[in-house]
């Protein structure tokens, strides 16, 4: 039945290929766009409900902090606290033992005894009056009196000595005053001016309240759902509400057990690799207030991990003025539990379209084989064409063998963008007259003719070896003898070339190869005649306009880059030189980011000196060889290819690269190709 099926599926994708691939994309892309859709409907929903209740949490603690200002300033205009104010900076201004008798039994004590009566139903965890100077006047706890104010916790009053009732968040007394107090419990705090008759600020009432009261209780009836909670925290980002999940606290070792979390729970992301660090939307809320503009809500809707270790997503609102920031976060799971339901629809669907998809695969896969065979029996000319192994943009090229020698031959294609008879006469006469080079480190052409379909092609020599390019990639820089035997070769075939009036326009270190044959080893070829051009020839056109080549750019002369028509033979000794550079130190002279800054360093960027750069010694005359190939003018170059071979001649007495040498190298990197 399967093979049935796969039959069917077969015979249907060799009818309408392009219109099944066409309904599966679009099934496909409609299928993504409906999930995306409904995923960015439910995100911003989660988004919208976690919003709403931090509004609503926000204006019950406005509402709450707004009510608890207004009772304090009421206090500190009574006129009794007024009066007797005025009394304890009398005896302060006599010294500190005035001072501290006058706060703990005198006026301070009736003071402290005022607000108890005005504050009625109200609590009040610490009262205290503190003087401008700093120094407390009056206090519940009569160890406080006379006592300075530290200078860093007296900075937070100067907005109260500035006539402002203010609310301050969650402190404990010892932090609140600098000063160490026992049973201390956290408080939020609510300081008013008292004024004198002239309206003058003459001291700071400073009232506590306990924090784990009404306080903390503004969020205990916000949980959402299961897994949600909101709370508060300050710029440490220190919880100032208790915890809805001290449980796990305690069982992750943060809180011991009876603890409560308020001013001891620090937001940390529970995971973090390095130093403690706030969690993500902790994060993102301390660093609000502080950018520029202030941003001072936001959210967090891609889960994160919160401090007692759940995946959340979240929103935040910063009170700039009360100093900290409201928060409300729900578990990943609870906030998109409807998207589990849709994405369990969008995999049994894209189950069924990868079965489709299988399918059609297989069958695609049937043609291709029926393609291949087809063309492993193909011939072209006198040659049976095989496996297809290189090809670019314009070309391809098969193994192949002669159809009566049986000799094993490569076969080019080539694939013309435009084909008239001026371009296939051109493509003639050029592989003629490359095919009448003879020198022995120059790639051998043996035929070349048309296909049944019109295209260009010719036959070739069949190589066994690696190109310069994929030894390099392999094992690094070569040494200097193997780049003087690799190089004289390479000139002496150019040098041929040049002077038959041919120049190569494309020697990189992709075409030239070290090959083994006859029992030789690193045996150097110049491939790829490609983009050869006829210097003597009057024809106004060019094939590798037609070919759309212009070579490597590398690799190419500055000449050849402001100029892509010039033919000058000194371009392949740069060429040459700059496969010379790659060679010993691993990389072409010049690099760049894109073609157009390659292409300006190589036209206005002196070449490096190849001795700085390469791994091992390269001898002076190699090296000044190198740097006169790279010359910027043609003119400042060697004359001619036979120059440049002279000077390898020399070099190659020198530092010998002998065949043992050469298949010393290749029997070791075979072995480990065999390893691999």
């Not at 006047?137 to 100067?158: D, I």
């Not at 060889?625 to 001619?640: D, F, G, V, W, Y």
């Not at 298949?663 to 990197?669: I, L, N, S, V």
Request: hydrophobic share 45%; proline share 6%; with cysteine.
């Amino acid at each position: 039945m399967g093979g049935d099926w796969l039959n069917r599926a077969g015979a249907l994708a060799r009818r309408h290929p392009a219109a099944i691939a066409a309904a599966l994309a679009l099934l496909s892309s409609v299928s993504a766009w409906v999930y995306s859709g409904v995923r960015s409907a439910l995100v911003d929903l989660a988004a919208r409900n976690l919003h709403s209740l931090v509004d609503s949490e926000v204006i019950a603690a406005q509402t709450w902090i707004g009510e608890k200002q207004l009772n304090v300033s009421r206090w500190a205009r009574d006129p009794r606290v007024v009066e007797l104010t005025g009394q304890l900076l009398t005896a302060a201004q006599r010294g500190e033992a005035p001072l501290r008798a006058a706060c703990a039994e005198g006026p301070g004590a009736r003071l402290v005894q005022a607000i108890e009566q005005l504050r009625l139903e109200e609590t009040a965890a610490a009262i205290q009056l503190i003087g401008l100077d700093g120094r407390v006047l009056a206090a519940r706890e009569p160890a406080l009196c006379a006592a300075s104010v530290a200078p860093g916790q007296w900075a937070a009053f100067g907005a109260v000595v500035g006539g402002e009732t203010r609310f301050f968040a969650t402190r404990g007394q010892s932090e609140r005053l600098g000063i160490a107090v026992a049973a201390d419990a956290p408080k939020v705090w609510i300081a008013a001016p008292v004024r004198d008759g002239a309206g003058t600020v003459i001291a700071v009432l400073d009232i506590g309240k306990s924090a784990g009261e009404r306080f903390a209780q503004l969020f205990s009836p916000a949980a959402v759902g299961a897994s949600g909670e909101s709370f508060a925290f300050d710029e440490r980002g220190v919880l100032l509400t208790e915890s809805r999940f001290v449980d796990a606290l305690v069982e992750r070792g943060e809180l011991r057990a009876g603890e409560s979390s308020v001013l001891r729970q620090r937001l940390r992301d529970p995971e973090a690799a390095s130093e403690p660090q706030p969690t993500r939307l902790v994060a993102l809320a301390l660093a609000g207030p502080r950018a520029t503009p202030p941003k001072l809500r936001g959210e967090v809707m891609t889960p994160y991990l919160t401090y007692y270790g759940e995946r959340v997503v979240g929103v935040w609102r910063w009170l700039p003025e009360h100093g900290f920031a409201i928060a409300a976060e729900v578990a990943e799971r609870e906030a998109f539990a409807p998207l589990r339901r849709v994405e369990l629809t969008f995999l049994a669907l894209g189950g069924v379209i990868g079965a489709v998809a299988f399918g059609f695969v297989v069958a695609l896969l049937r043609m291709q084989r029926m393609v291949e065979e087809v063309q492993a029996a193909q011939q072209v000319g006198n040659y049976e064409l095989f496996e297809e192994i290189g090809s670019g943009g314009v070309a391809r090229v098969h193994r192949a063998q002669h159809r009566l020698l049986k000799r094993p031959t490569a076969v080019k294609i080539i694939h013309l963008h435009q084909s008239n008879d001026e371009l296939l006469s051109r493509f003639d006469r050029e592989v003629r007259l490359a095919s009448q080079l003879m020198h022995p480190n120059t790639i051998e052409i043996y035929d070349y003719g048309r296909t049944p379909e019109g295209l260009p092609f010719y036959a070739m020599e069949l190589l066994q070896g690696r190109s310069l390019e994929q030894i390099v990639a392999a094992t690094g820089p070569m040494p200097p003898a193997r780049v003087v035997h690799t190089l004289r070769a390479i000139a002496g075939s150019l040098s041929e070339a040049h002077e038959r009036g041919l120049v190569h326009r494309d020697v990189t270190p992709a075409n030239i190869m070290l090959c083994r044959k006859g029992g030789l080893y690193d045996v150097p070829k110049l491939l790829d005649f490609g983009l050869i051009k006829d210097t003597r020839a009057t024809d106004t056109r060019d094939l590798t306009r037609a070919l759309r080549i212009l070579g490597t750019p590398a690799y190419m002369a500055p000449e050849r880059i402001e100029q892509p028509g010039n033919a000058d033979p000194r371009a392949d000794l740069y060429a040459l030189g700059a496969v010379g550079f790659f060679a010993l130190t691993g990389k072409p002279p010049f690099e760049g980011e894109t073609d157009l800054a390659l292409a300006y360093r190589v036209v206005n960027t002196p070449a490096p000196r190849v001795g700085s750069l390469a791994p091992h010694p390269v001898p002076a005359a190699l090296e000044e060889l190198i740097a006169r190939c790279l010359a910027k003018s043609p003119h400042e170059r060697p004359t001619s290819a036979a120059e440049v071979a002279a000077v390898l001649d020399r070099l190659v007495v020198e530092l010998p690269w002998t065949n043992p040498q050469a298949r010393e190298w290749w029997d070791a990197h075979d072995a480990q190709a065999g390893a691999g």
